[in-house]
């Protein structure tokens, strides 16, 4: 089975940073992206960042441009996602989600929607009060 394992939330006070980890098994496609998504309490889910395997390409929501990095340990399986000087409205669920039919190069156009993403992993909160 295809499975992702979502780690790392915590309680930081602004300004502070976490890395979260999604931990990825049962994968046989050579090519798929991963997303990190994020639902804060009463918004609608939004697409924060996502990478694809083959190609590398990234993609980052203009809200967290600057502050968020998201690399991938392909050796690992894994996907992480450094937040610096995070906000208080970065404040949210945080779920990793891989899309299997990810063609590479297309996140440049398509960007990153949850729709794509047909693999969700459960999530991991972070809390950022001010």
């Known amino acids: 089975d295809v499975q992702l394992q979502a780690s790392g939330g915590g309680l930081v006070q602004a300004g502070g940073s976490l890395r979260l980890s999604c931990a990825a098994s049962g994968f046989t496609d050579d090519s798929y992206a991963i997303g990190w998504f994020r639902q804060a309490p009463g918004k609608e889910r939004e697409g924060v960042s996502c990478i694809g395997s083959s190609d590398g390409t990234t993609y980052y929501a203009d809200s967290v441009k600057g502050r968020f990095t998201i690399s991938s340990d392909n050796a690992k399986n894994t996907v992480y996602l450094q937040m610096n000087s995070l906000k208080p409205e970065d404040t949210a669920v945080y779920y990793c989600?891989?899309?299997?039919?990810?063609?590479?190069?297309?996140?440049?156009?398509?960007?990153?929607?949850?729709?794509?993403?047909?693999?969700w992993g459960q999530g991991t909160l972070v809390t950022s009060p001010a």
């Open positions: 989600a891989a899309d299997f039919d990810y063609q590479p190069g297309s996140m440049v156009v398509t960007g990153c929607p949850a729709i794509f993403y047909n693999t």
